[in-house]
């Protein structure tokens, strides 16, 4: 079964470092997202891609997160510097084209620590 | 402020029994809405789903109910097995709005 995938699992880091993060979709999905989860939150949406196009990056804190999707297949997240308050999971998800009733389906997430 | 919402943070629910999920949200424009099941150190899964133009989804042993005039929707499970155990988010979106989930409900199913 096709599934999304995320690395590194978990990363611990002092903050004012940088840190990555790579998605890999399930294979033909044009939507890609990333989400940012807070313990005891649900996941709240940072950035939409379509293909390579970000069309939703309105949550995206662009001061110190940047993200792309150069080729419009996987992605990178990036956070510079890193701050106490980034320790959350990184969720990636994926669909086939970004439609309302599709499902979005989510890799098993980069869960981030903060030091 | 808070489109989805679920109020309960966690349930306790003994095997073979009824378990139900209550959600609620704020936004009229909503009109698809998600159930996603998730375990520790896993990412969300989907579970099930409902359109606006309907009130009731089944799939096997859950069931989504949706109360469009009370703005409300419940997830049933029945009959409830100890796998169940995990936090289940709502989620719902609607016209150009991104998905927008709940803070999540921990489900313990007690054998």
């Known amino acids: 079964e096709a599934e999304v995938a995320q690395s590194p699992r978990y990363k611990i880091t002092e903050k004012s470092q940088a840190v990555a993060f790579w998605c890999d979709p399930i294979s033909g999905h044009a939507t890609l997202y990333w989400y940012r989860q807070i313990l005891g939150q649900g996941p709240e949406l940072l950035v939409q891609f379509q293909d390579e196009s970000v069309v939703d990056d309105s949550q995206l804190p662009k001061d110190r997160f940047s993200a792309e999707r150069l080729k419009g297949v996987d992605s990178t997240l990036k956070i510079q510097p890193a701050e106490l308050g980034d320790s959350a999971m990184y969720l990636c998800a994926s669909s086939l084209s970004g439609l309302l009733e599709e499902t979005q389906y989510f890799g098993p997430g980069t869960r981030l620590l903060v030091l | 402020d808070q489109q989805v919402k679920q109020n309960s943070p966690s349930l306790s629910v003994q095997e073979g029994r009824i378990s139900i999920l209550n959600c609620d949200y704020t936004?009229?424009?909503?009109?698809?809405f998600l159930w996603y099941k998730k375990y520790p150190a896993e990412g969300p899964t989907f579970l099930i789903s409902i359109s606006s133009i309907k009130d009731k989804n089944e799939d096997g042993r859950f069931t989504v109910f949706l109360n469009k005039s009370a703005k409300h929707l419940s997830l049933h499970i029945v009959p409830s097995q100890p796998g169940d155990s995990a936090v289940y988010f709502c989620?719902?979106?609607?016209?150009?709005?991104?998905?927008?989930f709940g803070k999540g409900t921990r489900l313990s199913v007690i054998a």
């Open positions: 936004n009229s424009m909503f009109d698809y």
């Open positions: 989620a719902a979106r609607g016209g150009n709005t991104p998905l927008v």
